[in-house]
């Protein structure tokens, strides 16, 4: 059974930082891009950050350029995403999701993704 668990959200003052990770089972997650999406109240979905499977390609909102960084660990089947200076505007409900295309490139578009986690509440706040 294929599966996404993420992990990693909680309650952070502005300016600090948080660590997602993504954990699959069922497949082997370093063969499909992975994209980090998140959703805030009242808002609609929006892709945050992507890696590409066959490359080391990663993508970034522009929002969170030069804060957010996306990896992978392929021995232990995961994917992060670190979140450094975090501002009340990150504050959502992260996902992580899994192509099941291998790529040389990965997109935000949320259409090419296939499986999903249940996402893991991030809230900046003093």
């Known amino acids: 059974q294929v599966q996404l668990v993420e992990s990693g959200g909680g309650l952070v003052q502005p300016g600090g930082s948080l660590k997602l990770s993504c954990v699959a089972s069922?497949?082997?997650?370093?063969?499909?891009?992975i994209a980090w999406f998140r959703q805030a109240p009242g808002k609609e979905r929006e892709g945050v950050s992507c890696?590409?499977?066959?490359?080391?390609?990663?993508n970034y909102a522009d929002s969170v350029k030069g804060r957010f960084t996306i990896s992978r660990d392929n021995a232990k089947n995961t994917v992060y995403l670190q979140m450094n200076n975090l501002k009340p505007e990150d504050t959502a409900v992260y996902y992580c999701?899994?192509?099941?295309?291998?790529?040389?490139?990965?997109?935000?578009?949320?259409?090419?993704?296939?499986?999903w986690g249940q996402g893991t509440q991030v809230t900046v706040s003093s």
């Open positions: 890696i590409a499977s066959i490359s080391s390609h990663t």
């Open positions: 999701a899994a192509d099941r295309t291998p790529s040389l490139i990965c997109t935000s578009e949320s259409t090419f993704y296939d499986y």
């Open positions: 069922g497949f082997t997650l370093d063969y499909y891009p």
